[in-house]
Structure formats: structure tokens, C-alpha cells
């Protein structure tokens, strides 16, 4: 294993307009995508970008990790928990970038690293998984495959 | 106020030591930091740098955003409480990088954020402050000044 790209934070909040509305009020974000469904995960998600510089030549406004916005779906998405210790939403999970996902989920588990459920396609078209908390730090940490066409 | 570069994630942990291994031994992280102590604000600090691409040609060891490992300086640490709640550790805080800290201050206060305490200078060596996660969707976030050799 060799330390991925840190792809994104995942944010969990009770509105995701509200959400877009801070990042794009209060922080000034320009570029965050419109929200869409994977109502095979439980959630609603958009994503803002962040730039790779905030200074000089190299001034961006994307490239950056993005922060994963998401939302509950329905009444037994899996976020409704963390939602229910923290109302006004919070940092729920990290999401690393593997070059193999089979390959991660073995090396994973071959550390005795519990992971929670199946190899699935994830918010960005891209097989992933999750890794336990309780085996992470304290982190509820995702792993997903690189996309092909990306950086 | 322009969304700045995501310079950090902070990660409390009880134990640096256990965490830089974490992040050396099951995560692959090549580029961490030696911890030293910020006793003003009362933690101990280390920073695991993570790559800006994964694969292809433009494969890295480091200039994405950081994780700054927090461990507790002394009994009055203000992560003392978070861990009391997380004994494993978790995510702490997000940090955004800006241009100019003063201005910055200035935004956050006229839009009616609480910041917390005096700009300081932080674990970078730029100023910075925090603002009160009950005003930004329940996220403990710290403001820096991009670091003027930075980027």
C-alpha cells in the first residue's frame, strides 16, 4: 500500500442546499456540482471543489480534495445516526485513492482491517470501500479506485 | 472571501507515535513529519503529507492537502475534551488557506461567525484563528495565511 491521492472529505449535513449555500456564501466556493441521488447508499451528494493554490501563478479553482456533501436519502440511510449526535451535520468520513481496488481490499484485509461491505460503485463512478472506524484511528475511512481519465 | 486551497485536515489522536505508524505502516505514507510541540496551543503536532495525483505521470509523494496529527501537550489541552468523546481519535477540524489573514478576520466577523480566541501564529508558522463550528454547519474550521514560499 502507498499513500493515495486524499480525494475527498465527506461532510454529512441535514440540508445539502443549506450546505451549498455556505460554501458558496460564506466561504466563496465557485465550482460545486449538482446534486444527485445513490439511493443504493442512503444519501443525496454534491461536491465542491477546492483549488490546488490559493496564491500566485498558480492560482486554480479546482483540482484540489473535494468535500462530498451528503445527505440522507430516505428514512434508513446510514447516515441518519451520525445526523442524529450531530444535528447541525460534521466530518464523517476520509476517501483515499487506491490504483487497484481488489488489490487494497486484500492488502486490507490481509492487515486484519475490518471492512464494511461489499466492493461498490461509489460517488464518483469508481469502485469502492469502507473501512471501520474502530480499525482506523477513529476515522470511518473510504477507499476508492482512481478514475481512469482523472488528473 | 474566495474559497482558498484545503491546506489540512487536524486528526486528534492519543498518540502521535501510534498514528505516524498507522499512517507509515497501513496506510503507505512516505513523507511525515517529525512532531514537535506548539505548548500555546497546547497540542503536539505532526503532518502526513499526501500526493497531489495517484497514478500516470504525474504520480507524488506530497503537496495535497495535509493531515495534521494533534496529540494533547498537557492536561489543559483544548483536545482534551475530544478525545474524552473519541478516545480512538478522530477528525478534529478542516484548515483553508487565504491570502491575508486580516481580511479574512474582517469577512468572517461582518458575515456574524464567532471566531475563536486571538489570530496566533499556528503549526505553519502563518497566522491563523478558528471559527466556531456551531457557525460553520457543525465543523470546527481554522483560516491560515497561505505561507508566502508556499505553492
Given amino acids: 500500500m502507498k499513500l493515495g491521492r486524499l480525494n475527498h472529505i465527506g461532510v454529512a449535513t441535514p440540508s445539502i442546499a443549506d450546505s451549498i449555500a455556505h460554501y458558496r456564501d460564506t466561504m466563496g466556493a465557485t465550482q460545486i456540482t449538482a446534486p444527485f441521488d445513490l439511493p443504493e447508499q442512503g444519501v443525496k ?3 465542491v471543489d477546492t483549488p490546488t493554490h490559493s496564491t500566485g501563478s498558480g492560482l486554480s479553482e479546482s483540482g484540489g480534495t ?3 456533501l451528503i445527505e440522507p436519502f430516505d428514512e434508513s440511510s446510514p447516515i441518519n445516526g ?3 449526535k450531530n444535528p ?3 466530518q464523517h468520513h476520509v476517501c483515499f485513492e487506491v490504483p487497484d481496488i481488489e ?3 486484500a492488502e ?3 492487515m486484519g482491517k475490518r471492512i464494511l461491505g461489499p466492493t461498490r460503485i461509489g ?3 469508481t469502485p469502492i470501500f469502507f473501512l471501520h472506524p474502530k480499525d482506523m484511528q ?3 475511512t473510504e477507499i476508492m479506485e482512481t478514475p481512469k481519465e482523472a488528473h
Same sequence: chains 1, 2.
Avoid: D, P, Y
Wanted: aromatic share 12%; hydrophobic share 55%; with cysteine.
Fill in 45 to 47: 451528494v454534491c461536491f
Fill in 66 to 68: 473535494q468535500i462530498e
Fill in 82 to 84: 451520525f445526523l442524529a
Fill in 88 to 90: 447541525a451535520g460534521g
Fill in 103 to 105: 488489490e487494497a481490499r
Fill in 108 to 110: 486490507f484485509e490481509a
Fill in 123 to 125: 460517488a464518483h463512478g
Fill in 138 to 140: 477513529g476515522i470511518l
